[in-house]
């Protein structure tokens, strides 16, 4: 499955996993000096330039105008499925000082995966992926190590959580009441089902740096 990485403008909390040969790599707006950081090469910088200087030592750009339907991001994600990719890892699309962005980014997780991707977008020591009518299995690598799910959607229903301190059997999540909130994996892996409808679930990974 090819695979697309995409830095955006947020805040960045450290390289989770590396771009490798094949990997398709884009940097939106400011998501270029990221990649810069960490010494990655992006194949592709685009966006509206509204968060940076376009840089005179890069050539394959793709301009867009600012006044637009797409985030920066969105850009980057429909650019990624144009290119056959099937798994996206989003760096920057958190944090910083828009909250908005976070969530759209969210959501984005949720386009990604109506059309058969899977995405991950990497928070400080978290991740947050979106599963619709589906199961996923979280391997515990934090001791008591924290997990969320929320509803993306009217309802969900047929919630399954085995593995954690909280376990549930045949739930419904709402968006209006966020009982998925702050669980914790107990066993070497969990897992989350859910029947009906879609789900972000986010979990804790070990620290990349010392605090």
Known sequence: MNRCFIFAAGTFYGLRERPAPGDFVIAADA??????QVGVTPDLLLGDFDSMEIPADFSNIRRSPVEKDDTDTMLAIKTGLAEGCGEFYLYGGTGGKRLDHTLANLQSLLYLCRRGARGWLYDNDFVWTVIENESLTVEKTVEWGLFSAFCLGDRAEGIDETGFQYPLRDAILTPEFPLGVSNHIL???ATITVRRGALAVGWQLP?????
């Open 207 to 211: 620290p990349l740096f010392d605090k």
């Open 187 to 189: 066993e070497s892996a």
């Open 31 to 36: 998501g270029y000096q990221t990649c810069r």
